[in-house]
């Protein structure tokens, strides 16, 4: 009996070994790429980093951003830009999914089509961006001198508006053929059984959608509403390439301006406190996101 015990004691013990051998290497890959990274982030914040050297300034970056109003309105437009850009990702990537998911013929060569945003390299898709908003040669201005809305050559990324709704609309661009993907996905997984007893009951297509399809895709829907939000919140090189933040800060996003402070302007205290702010506006962004959701999963009676 003391043999058995001590052989399934040493059975134990090796499987305990074993299986944190196999998690060994994700663990390692962790700490290195993710948690010493950001606790060096944190550890600078408290610093006047820069090329000369650091010094321990405590909590002056945190007080300078509180009493910044210039911080301030770029928390305000980073969250414009990602609501305004996510918005219309998960509307047009939904209509798109609903038209690709349609019997009709030639639907895999449509499918396909809806790739090149998403495949092409994302600075060589805005580079056609910067073409296409030139005022002098580019199409869309052209279009608006033959159309009647302007008199003349207008630079899109020239004025304050128009450069960040340009750069929501490149933005929306990249991102809805993802989005689209994965909608056309879950909408495939749904059972047909579903939609033929509504269809047998009389149920129009409308209402098929809403009460079938929408339920049936809402965990995709919550999946990605949050993976979108945090990948348009940390946007960089769209903008960076459009417009580089300007003109007059307009397009400039918080990931835009601690880039500028930290490499630019080699502050690296300052914009290590930028990024820890960041960090912390999407954690709390993404449970209060997450916790809204489940309400509404809980809603449409999705586990």
């Excluded at 749904?190 to 007893?197: N, P």
Aim: proline share 4%.
């Amino acid at each position: 009996m003391v043999r058995s015990a001590e052989k399934k004691r040493r059975a134990v013990v090796s499987e305990s070994v074993f299986a944190w051998l196999l998690v060994a290497p994700a663990m390692l890959f962790i700490a290195v790429i993710v948690a010493w990274p950001l606790a060096e982030t944190i550890r600078l914040s408290f610093m006047e980093a820069g090329l000369g050297g650091e010094t321990y300034v405590g909590l002056e970056h945190y007080q300078d951003l509180a009493e910044s109003k210039k911080f301030h309105r770029t928390i305000v437009r980073t969250f414009y830009w990602m609501f305004l850009s996510v918005s219309l990702k998960l509307v047009l990537g939904l209509i798109g999914a609903v038209l690709l998911n349609a019997a009709v013929p030639g639907r895999a060569l449509f499918r396909v089509l809806v790739m090149p945003p998403w495949v092409i390299p994302i600075a060589i898709g805005c580079i056609g961006w910067l073409w296409l908003y030139n005022g002098y040669f580019g199409i869309l201005s052209g279009v608006a001198q033959k159309i009647g809305l302007t008199d003349g050559p207008f630079e899109f990324l020239a004025y304050k508006s128009s450069a960040f709704y340009s750069a929501v609309v490149t933005d929306v661009w990249v991102g809805v053929p993802m989005v689209t993907l994965f909608f056309l996905a879950a909408m495939q997984g749904v059972s047909r059984d579903l939609y033929e007893a509504a269809w047998v009951d009389g149920a129009g297509r409308w209402y098929r959608f809403r009460r079938i399809t929408i339920p049936q895709i809402m965990p995709v829907i919550v999946s990605m509403s949050l993976l979108s939000a945090i990948f348009t919140f940390n946007s960089f090189e769209i903008i960076w390439i459009l417009t580089e933040g300007g003109p007059r800060g307009a397009t400039t996003t918080l990931i835009v301006d601690t880039y500028k402070t930290a490499i630019g302007n080699y502050k690296f205290g300052e914009g290590s406190a930028r990024a820890v702010i960041i960090v912390m506006l999407l954690g709390a962004f993404s449970l209060a996101y997450l916790f809204f959701l489940n309400k509404v999963n809980k809603k449409y009676g999705v586990k």
